[in-house]
C-alpha cells in the first residue's frame, strides 16, 4: 500500500492529480468525482477540457500522485513541497525555468542547476557581495550560496569542505566550479600579495585549452574530471590550490565524431598559424589535418579560437610557465597534429612502410628534435623479445597506424600532465595551510547507443559518488532527527553496493580485466564469456544481451546500461612501443625528454606531489625501476583509475561535502526549454529522485513552532491560544490530525509526514473559504436588507407624494374651472366690445379717409390752377422775349450785313485805286501834270467840302441834339435790351439747365439704376464675401486660437524642454562634480589603504624580526597626501630609521608584493607629477602676470624714489636738530650741577621740562606715525612671500627692543627712521591710490560708453517694436538697470563694510599698541633716570590686558597638548559635558598663538601632530561610532576656524569685529586646509563604514522579515534549507531597532556638535544603504516577492519618512534615495494583468532597471490561495515596452557606493575670548594670551 492509499481522503471532487502521459512524462488532471475506496477507475478532466477515465492497476490499486497546492509551485527548496514525488518535483523544475527564470533550485542539501543556454546577469561582483555573510536558506538558490556556506562552515568547524559539481556533458559543470572558484577568490581574497586568487582563475582556461572539447551536446565539453583544493591559512585567505585530474579522454586525440571537434588548443593554434611567433610550426587551417577535421565542423559559433589563443597564452604568463616553455608546448602539440597526417601505406599483408621523405613526419621530426630515419623505422617495426632472444619484426598497416595514434595520444597525456604538474607548482602555497575546499568538476552518469570503456569508468566513479551521496543524505537526516529528539526509524533507501562489488570486487569486471589483459592471447571475446560465466547466474544487476555476444549490461543506479566489449583491453592496457618512447627520449628539445624523463615517479599512482599533497593520476604509464625486468608489468588503466578513485572518495568522506547536480533541459541547446524527458532521465541519474525518496520516507515537512501557529492560527479557537506555543500546537494538532503517526513533536520543529501540510493547507483554505462565505453572506443579507429598507422608505415616500399630488390636482381643477367661468364671462364681453370698437373705430376711419380725400383733391385743384397761371405766366413772358430777341436779332444781322457789303465795296474800290496809281506811275513818269489838275481839282472839291463841312456842321449840331435824345432812347433801349438779352440768356441757361438737368436727370437715373444694380450686386457680393469674410475670420480665428495654443505649447515645452535641457545640463554638471568627488575621495580611500597596508608590513616587520620599536608612530600622511612644505617631526625620524633597520627583512619579502607596490607607488607618483606640472604651469602663468606688474611698478617708482631720498634728507635734519636740543639739554644740566639746580622751578629744571615736553609731543607723533607704518606694511607684506613675512618683522621686533633699552637719542633716532618708512609708504600707498583711482575712472568711463551703446542699441530695437512690446521691453530694460545700480550699490557698499571694518581694526590696534608703547616710553625717559638726585616717583596705573582668545604653550608640551587633547579623550563625557567642537578651538587657540609670534615650526609640528594623532585615534578605535563622530565633527569645526580666521574676505562676511581682530596675520594655511579636509573625509568615509556595519545586519530582518504590521502575511511551508523566520524572536531585529540606532546616530552627532548640512549627507547615506540593501535582498528572495511584503515594506517605508519629519530631513534627500524600494513595493501591490496596467507600472517604475522590474515580477509569488501568478505574457509585454530603456544590466544595487561629501562652510559665532578650559582636560600648562 503506497502513500496515495494512506491519502484516499484526499481524493474529492475538484483534487488534483498526476497521471503518466508519454509525451509528457506526467500531466496535471481534476477529479470530477469523488473517489470511493474499491472504485477500479477516476474519473478526471485534463487541462485542456477533455474528460477521460483513468484506470488503476487491477494488482496494486496505486492511486496517481497529487497535485501540490497552488501556493506551494515554484518554492525555492523542493523539500518544501508537500506531495514529494517525481512530477510535483519535474512540474517546480519547470515552472521556475520557464516562467520565473530561475535556474537554481534546492533539494534538501543538493542544489539542483539547470543550463539556461543564455548568458545571465546574476554573477556580478554586486551579485556575491550580496550572497557574502549570508545564511544558506536566506537567499533564493544560488551556486555563490552553496560556495558561501561552504565557505562559512571551514570557518565555524575547523572542517575541510567539497563542492561536488555533477551532471552530463553541456549541463554546465564545469561553468558551476568556475563560478564557484569565483567567489571564494573575490569573498575571501589572498594572504598576500601575491594575487593567488586571479592565478587560480587563470587556471580556467588552460584547463579548458588542453582538455575542453566541441561535443554533440556541448560546445566547451569538459573530457576530464578534476578535483581542484583551494587551500586557505588560519585567517581563511586563499594561499595556494592544487589540482587532481582523472581519465582524460585520449581517443579524442585521434578521433572525433561528426559535428565534434578536438581539444581547443588544437584550432587556438591553427587560427593563430599566421602570427610571425608561430610560423616555425608550419600549421595551416584545421581543415588540413587529420586530427582535427574528422568532426568537419572546425568552428564554434561565436568563439574566436585566435582571441582565445590569446588568453590561454597570458594565462600561462600569469602562472608562470615561461616564453621558452611555452614555445616548447606548442611546438610537442603542432608535433602531434603533424603526426597524424602521417599516412602509412602497406608494403604487404604482413608489412608497411612509409613513403620517403613525408612531409609532415619531416615536420613531426624537426619539431621534436629526432631523426627521420629512428621515428620512420619504428613506425612501422616493434620489437620481441624471448628469453633468449631480441629480434625486429615488421608490423601491417593497420598496426602501424594504430601505433601512430597511441603514440599521439601518449605525447599528448604527457603533455596534459606537464601543464597540470606546472599550474600545480605555480598555485603551490608558500606558507602553511590551514584548511581547503575541494571543487570537484566530474562527468556524470552517462548512456549512449554504444557505450566503450570511458562510459564504464565514467558510471563506475557515479556509482561510488551516488553511495557516498546517499550516505551522506541518510547522516544528516539521522543528525536531524537525533537534535530534535524524534524516534528514529529506519529508512529503506536505494544501496548501490552490490553494483560497486560487481564492479571492483574480486573476480569483479575490473578484475576480470586485468586478468585477461595478461594473458598472452587475451582479447575482448574471451574476457566477455568470462564474465557471462562468472556473474550471469550469480547477479541479478547483470545481464546478457539477447542478439550479442560481446556485450553486456549492468544495471546502475539509474538506469541500465549495454556495454560493448569491443576496445576493452586496449583501452585498459594503453600500450605504446618501447621503442618510439626512446626515440623520444633522445630528443634535442629539453621540453620533450623533460617530459619523458623519470617516468616512474611521474606516473606513480601513490607518489606524493611537493607541498606534500598527494598526487593521483589515471593515466596509463609504464611502472620500470633502474635494473627491472621487462616482463614486469605495468598498471592498468582500470587499476589505475579505481586506485584514483578510491583515494578520492577518502578525501570527500574526509570533508563536508556539498552537492550541485546540473540539468541539461534539452538537447538542441535552447535556451530556457524544458524537455521533461530529458529531465526526469537526468534527475533519476543524479540522485535528485533519491534524495526526494528518502525525504519522503519519513518525515519531509517541518515546522518551528511559532512558524507553524502563525500560518495555522486561523484553525484555532480563541480557548485553545495559550501562551505556549508548544502546547498550542500540540493540542490543535491532536484536534486536526487524528493519526498520530502523520506527525511529530521535536524539541524545536514539528515533522509532519508527506502529504500532511498539503492537508492542513486544505483545512486552513477551507476555513478561509468558510470564513469569506460567512463574511458574504453576512454582507449580502446587510446589502439586500439595506436595499429593501431603502426601497420601502422609498415607496412611503412616493405614496406621500402620490397622494399630495392628487390632492394638489383637484384642488387645481376646482380653482381652474371657477377662473374658467371668469374668463368666459370677462372674455365674452371683451368679445363684444372689441367688436363695437372695431366697428367705431372703421367708422371713423372711413370718415377720416374720405375727408381727407375731398381736401387733397381740393388742394389739388387750387395748387393746379395756381401752378398753371404761374406758368402761363412765366411762359407769356418768355414768348415776348424771344420775339423780341429774334427781331433784334434779325435787325443787328441785317445791319451787319449791309455794313459788310460797303465796306467790302470800298475795300474793293481802294485796292483798285492802289492798283492804278502804283502802275502808272511805274508806265508814266509824266503823269503828273495831270496829277497837279487833279490837285487842283482837290482843292476845289476841298472847297466844296468846306462848305459842305459847314453845312454839316450845322446839321450836326442839329443831329447832335437829336443824337442825344436817341442816344438816351438807345440808352433805354440798350438797358431793356441788356435786359432781355439777360432774360434771354437766362431763359437760354435755364432751358440748357434744364436740358442738362434732364439729360443729368436721366444719367442720374441710369447711374442710379446702374448703381442700384451693382450696389444689389455688391451688396449681395458684400453680403456673401463678408460670409466668407466671417466664415474666413472664423477660421483664422479658430487657426490663431490654434496657433496661439499652439505657440504657448510650444513655448511651454520649449520652457520646459529648456528647463529641462537646464536641469539636465546642471544634473550632469553636478553628477560630474559627485563623480570628480568621488574618484577623488576613493583616491584618498585607496591612499589610505596603502598607508595601513604599510604600518601593518612595517608591524610585521618589526614582529618578524622582534626589534620593540616603543617609540614607534605613523609616517605623516599629510606630506604624501598633496605637495606641501609640511615637515617632518621627530616621529617621522624614527619612522624612517625603523624602515631603515627593516630593509635586510624587507628584502626576504615577496618579490611580488613589492612590484605591486612600486607599481602603485609609480603611479601615484606619476599622479603626483602631473598634479605637480599643472601647478608649476599655474604658477609660471603667474610669475609672467606678477613680472609684467614689476615691470610697470617699476617706472612708477623712480619718481617715488627721488621723492623719498628728499623726504629722508628733511628727516634726517630734523633728527640732527633733536640731537643737538639733547646735547644742549645735557650741558645745561652738567654745567648748572649745584645744590639747587635739580629743583623745580629752577631755570635749568624749565628748559628740561620744556624740551622734555617737546620731545614727548614729538615722539608721540612720531609713535603714531610708526603705527600707521607699521599696520601698512603688515598690510603689504601680507601679500608679499613667506620669505620677507619671515625675516622683517624679526628686525623690527629687534629695533623695538633696543628703542626700550637705549637712550632717547637712539629711541628718537629711531623714530626718525620709522617715519621716514611710514612716509615712503604713505606716498607709495598714494601713488597707488591715485593710479587705482585712474584706472577705476577708465573702467567707470569705459563701462559708461558701453552703457550708452547698449542704451543706443536697445532703443534702436525699441523703436522697431510694436507699442505694447516696446514698453514691456522698455519696463524690462528699466528693471535691469536698477537690479545693476542696485547691484553695484551694494558691492560699493561692501566695499565701504570691508574699509570701516579694516580701519577699526587697524584703530583698535593703533590704540593698544600706543597704549603698551606709551607706558614703556614714560618709564625709560622719566626724569628720575636723568637725574641723579631723589625725585618724587610718578605711579602710571597699567590696565589689564584683555584674552586675545590665544592659548601659549612651551615647545616641549606640545606632545602633552595632543596626548591630552586628542589621544586620551573620553569623546562621551566631552560631548556632554563641554561646548561642541571644544578640542578643535583649543587647538585652533593655540595655533593662532604660534602664528601670532611667528614660529613657523610650531604651526607646521602643531598642525601635523594634530593630524597624526587624530590619525591614531581613528585607527585605534575605528570602530567606534561615537569616536569617529567626535572626530570629525571637531576636524570639521577646526578646518573651519581655518578658513574663518584665514583673513579671506570670502571667510569673514559672518564674523564680528571682534572675529576679524582674530585673524591670523602671519601665515597662510591653506595647503593645510587641504590636508585637514582630505583628512575629513577619510574621517566621514570610515563614519559611513562604521555605521553599515553596525546596521547591515538590521536591514533585511527589520525590512523585510520583521512583520511590522501583524497578521498580513503568513509563512510560507520551507524546506531543509530554511529561511530566517519572519517572526520576531527574541534578539530579532525589528524595525524599531532600525529607528532607534538612527535616532541613536543623530542624537550622537547633534551632541557631538556636527554640520548640520553634514548631517543631512550621513542621514542620505544611511537611507542609501537602508534602501539598496532592502531592494537587493528582494530581488534575491522569491519568498519575499508577495503582496502582503509589498504592504510591509510600504509601511516601513512610511515610519522612516515619518522619522525624517520629525527630525526636520525631509529635504536632505534622503527620501528620494528610497525611491526604488518604494517603486518595487508598488510593483507588487499593482495590478499585473493588462495593458493598461503594463503601462501603467513602466511608468511609475522609472527608477528600476528593465532587469530589476522584470526579476520581480518573475519572483512574485502567492502567499495565498486567492492570490495569482503574474503570466509569462504579461512580462514579455513589459520587457517590450521597457525595450528602448537606456540604462545599466547591473541587477542589484551597489551598496559600496558612498556619496561624495562636502565640508559647507559654517562659521562659529562663538568668540574665542570666551572659552573657558575645564580642569578636566589636564591643560593647566595652557596659558591664556
Known sequence: MNENQELDYMFVKFARVWIPDADEVWKSAELTKNYKHGDSTLHLTLEDGMDIEHKLDDKTKNLPHLRNPDILVGENDLTALSYLHEPAVLHNLKVRFTDSKLIYTYCGIVLVAINPYENLPIYGSDIINAYSGQNMGDMDPHIFAVAEEAYKQMARDERNQSIIVSGESGAGKTVSAKYAMRYFATVSGAATEANVEEKVLASNPIMEAIGNAKTTRNDNSSRFGKYIEIGFDKRYRIIGANMRTYLLEKSRVVFQADEERNYHIFYQLCASSHLPEFKNLKLGSADVFHCTNQGRNPVIDGVDDAKEMCTTQHAFSLLGINELNQKGLFQVLAAILHLGNVEIKDRDSDSSIIPPNNRHLTVFCELMGVTYQDMSHWLCHKKLKTAQETYIKPIPRLQASNARDALAKHIYAKVFNWIVDHVNKSLRATVKQHSFIGVLDIYGFETFEINSFEQFCINYANEKLQQQFNMHVFKLEQEEYLKEQIPWTLIDFYDNQPCINLIEAKMGVLDLLDEECKMPKGSDDSWAQKLYNTHLKTCSLFEKPRMSNKAFIIQHFADKVQYQCDGFLEKNKDTVNEEQINVLKASKLDLLVELFQDEEKVTSPTGTAPGGRTR?????????????????????????????????????????????????????????????KRAVQQLRACGVLETIRISAAGFPSRWTYQEFFSRYRVLMKQKDVLSDRRLTCRNVLEKLVQDQDKYQFGKTKIFFRAGQVAYLEKLRADKLRKACVRIQKTIRCWLVRKKYLRKKHAAITIQRYTRGHQARCLVKYMRQTLAAITIQKFQRMCVQRKLYLQKQAAALVMQTILRAYMARQKYQGLLRNHKAVFIQKHVRGWLARQRYKRSLRAIVYLQCCIRRMKAKKELKKLKIEARSVEHFKKLNVGMENKIMQLQRKLDEQAKDNRVTSERLSCLETSHA????????????????????????????????????????????????????????????????MVAELKQQNGLLKTEKDDLNRMIKEQSQQMTEKMTRALAEETQQLESDLNEERSRYQNLLTEHLRLEERYDDLKEEITLSVSVPKPGHRRTDSTHSSNGSECTYNSEFAESEESSRHGEDVTRGMDTSLTLKLQKRVTELEQEKSSLRNELENKEEQFQRARVRDDEEHKKSRGAELEYESLKRQELDSENKKLKHDLTAMRQSLLGNAGAGAGAPGSPPYKVLMDQLNSSCEELEVRKEEVLILRSQLVSQKEAMQHKETMTEPVHYAEDVHKMKDSGAITQAYLGLKETNRLLEGQMQQQRRSYDNEVEVLRGELQSVKEENNRQQQLLAQNLQLPPEARIEASLQHEITRLTNENLDLMEQLEKQDKTIRKLKKQLKVFSKKIGEMGAGQVETISPGQMVEETVRPVNIPRREKDFQGMLEYKKEDELKLVKNLILELKPRGVAVNLIPGLPAYILFMCLRHADYVNDDQKVRTLLTSTINSIKKILKKRGDDFETVSFWLSNTCRFLHCLKQYSGDESFMKHNTPKQNDHCLSNFDLAEYRQVLSDLAIQIYQQLIKCMENILQPMIVSGMLEHETIQGVSGVKPTGLRKRTSSIADEGTYTLESILRQLSAFHSTMCQHGTDPELIKQVVKQQFYIIGAVTLNNLLLRKDMCSWSKGMQIRYNVSQLEEWLRDKSLMLCGAKETLEPLIQAAQLLQVKKKTDEDAEAICSMCNSLSTSQIVKVLNLYTPVNEFEERVSVTFIRTIQTRLRDRCETPQLLMDTKIIYPVTFPFNPSSLALETIQIPGSLNLAFLTRV
Open 616 to 676: 593521483l593520476s589515471v593515466k596509463p604509464k609504464q611502472i620500470r625501476s633502474a635494473g627491472a625486468s621487462s616482463k614486469e608489468h605495468k598498471k592498468t588503466v582500470g587499476c589505475q583509475f579505481r586506485n584514483s578513485l578510491a583515494m578520492l572518495m577518502e578525501t570527500l568522506n574526509a570533508t563536508t561535502p556539498h552537492y550541485v547536480r546540473c540539468i541539461k533541459p534539452n538537447d538542441l541547446k535552447f535556451p530556457f526549454t524544458f524537455d521533461p
Open 961 to 1024: 441834339v437829336e443824337s442825344d435824345k436817341l442816344k438816351v432812347e438807345v440808352s433805354k433801349l440798350k438797358g431793356i435790351e441788356e435786359e432781355a438779352k439777360n432774360n434771354a440768356n437766362r431763359v437760354t441757361s435755364l432751358l440748357e439747365e434744364l436740358e442738362r438737368l434732364r439729360k443729368e436727370l436721366t444719367t442720374t437715373q441710369k447711374e442710379k439704376k446702374t448703381i442700384e444694380d451693382w450696389a444689389t450686386k455688391y451688396r449681395d457680393e458684400m453680403e456673401k
